[in-house]
Every structure is written in C-alpha cells, then in structure tokens.
C-alpha cells in the first residue's frame, strides 16, 4: 500500500529548523511520507539522518515584498503539479500558497504558525507592510482545517481574532538522550545565547552588563539581521576577547557549545505581541543543557520559568539587572543546588514526546 505524503512548506533553508525536523519525524513514525519545501539561501547543508525528504528551491530575491511574492509562486507551483494528501504550512509566509492549492486540488491545510507574524519586530513599525500581511491573514487563516502554535497566548489571539481553537504544541525538544548536569561554575563563568540574532533579544544589553561582571565571557551562537551591529558593539568596548561568535550552526552541534557555559539567556523587548507572548526554543533546550535561565518577565516565559523552577525572570533590559541576575545565577551556590534537581524535572516532563501526543488527532492516516 502506498503511503500518503504530506507537504510541509516552509521559508528557511531547514538547516537550523529543529521543529520542522521533529514535525517531520513524528509523522514518518506515524507512516507519512514526509516532503518539505524551502529555501536554499543562505545555504548550508542539511546534516545527513534527518527525517523526511527536502527541496530547496533557488529564489531571485531573498529579502522583501518580492522574495515572499516568488517564494509563494514556487511553492504554488510545485504544490499544484505534485501529489499531497496533507499540506502543513509553516507560518503565515508559506501560507497563501498552501491554501490556494488546498482549495483547488481539496486538500486539508494544516497551519502550524511558530510566531504571530503580524506583530514581529521587522514588521511592527512599518504600517502598510503590517496591514497587508493582517489583510492576507484574515483571508487565509479561516481557509485552514486545522491550526497549531506555540504559546497559550498566540492560541488566545487566533481564538479572539477567528474564533479558532488552535492547538497548543510548544517547540519543545526531543527527550535527551543525555542530561548535562549543572556545572560547578569557575573563576571565569561563560553566559551562553543561542537563536538568532534578530532585532529585540536582549544581547545589546548583555554585552553592555559584561561590564559589570568582569570575569564573565558570553558565547552568541546563531546569525542574523543584527550580526554585524553585535560584532561593531563588542569591538567598540574592546570586548573581544570575551565575546565568542560561533555563527549559524546546525541545531546538532549546539550542544558542544552550551556544554561550556554556565547560564543560558531568553531575553526579548516587549516589541509587539510576538515577542510577548514567545515560548522561544532556547527556554525548553537550556535544562537538558545544564543551563538555568535569565528569561524575560513575559506572561508565557515567565509560567514556565516558575512552574518549573529552572531560572531567574527580569521585569527589563537595563545592563545593571541582567548583569546582577547572571551573577546570582552563577554565584548563588545554593540556588544553583536546588537547579540540580529542578531542572532535571523539566527534561522530564517538556520535551516532544509528551507534546506530540497531541498532533495524534490532526495527522491520523
């Protein structure tokens, strides 16, 4: 018997897409055939193993009006002209050409949106870009059969704006195979970042709080639109030797990385409801890490972080409460004793097998 193919289509070039690469394996184990659509800029090759089957396609534009225009073009194309029992696409950018298709060739559209793209920084303070993107929400998002996202807050938006019921599937990681432990924290404690380096995270003011913690080092691993400004800011403090860039790696290797850091950071700047009601990645992977947590006072971060006792919230981004927050993460040696256990009962209980128990009803064969 032939197996049914689902299509997921996304705006990336996979390499760093870790949810995408979980979706993907929970459907093959549940006997899809998994297709998944991208982008080939800014290139990079997938690490070999993972689940399902990729193309890339090359664009004429990567940034702009006119690369979401030829993105939604190809996409439109290759989903007309090739089979698909299911189509999952990955936020509201893929989504115009997922559900024209789904309408004419009656396939159900599956909307799995990771933020709430109307209100994300690079967009916010740009009114007409903002409204076109709400116009084309509102046409496409009551077209699909069924809608996942992130964060209780994001499913409240969709509920009040289409009276939608989305289901909450939080990017949280596979259970780990192996657990790091905290690490007893040394005379030159490392504060470690990873994600992307987009406008409104926070490392600014990091790198500003190294200041006041002279014996601390920080290592950004990720890229991004702010790269460049980071690396002119570090130079300009003369920061340089304790300012480590890794660049974009493959969610792979992250580990290597974080295994030699003391505390991870989840800041963001209440920049639009995106940011405010964000479960970012990084807030799930730190305890398997070995990591505690200066996270952002956000209603949705900051339930985490309590129920689960695995950091310290600040309520800014002033240099002078992150950088004392850091030091009582690192310092404390009491709280960092009771992180111990803590953050081993949050592996336990946040991680994709529990949560994807809940995609059972969606993607039944």
Known sequence: MKLKRIIITVSNNLVTDNRVTKLSGYLEAKGWEVLILGRQWPGGDIPEGRPGVVRRFHLPFNKGFLFYAFLNIRLFLYLLVNK??????????????????????????????????????????????????????????????????????????YREQYGLNFKLIRNVPNRAIKVLEIRDVPECPIIYYQGALNIGRGLKEVIRALLLLPNYRMTIAGSGDKEEELHALVRAMNLEDRVVFTGRLPFERLAAEAAKAHVGLCLLENMGLNYYHSLPNRLFDYPALGLPIIASAFPDMAEIVNQYDTGLLVNGLEPEEIAQSIRHACEDVDLRERWKKSLKTAVEDLNWENECSRLDEIFSL
């Open 84 to 157: 698909a029992d299911k189509i999952v696409a990955v936020d509201l950018d893929t989504l115009p050409a997922a559900c024209i298709v789904g309408k004419l060739k009656g396939i159900p559209v599956v909307f799995d949106s990771h933020e709430y793209f109307p209100e994300t920084p690079e967009i916010l303070n740009k009114p007409f870009v903002r409204w076109f993107w709400l116009k084309l929400e509102a046409v496409f998002v009551p077209m699909v059969a069924e809608g996942i996202t992130v964060s209780k807050g994001i499913v409240e938006i």
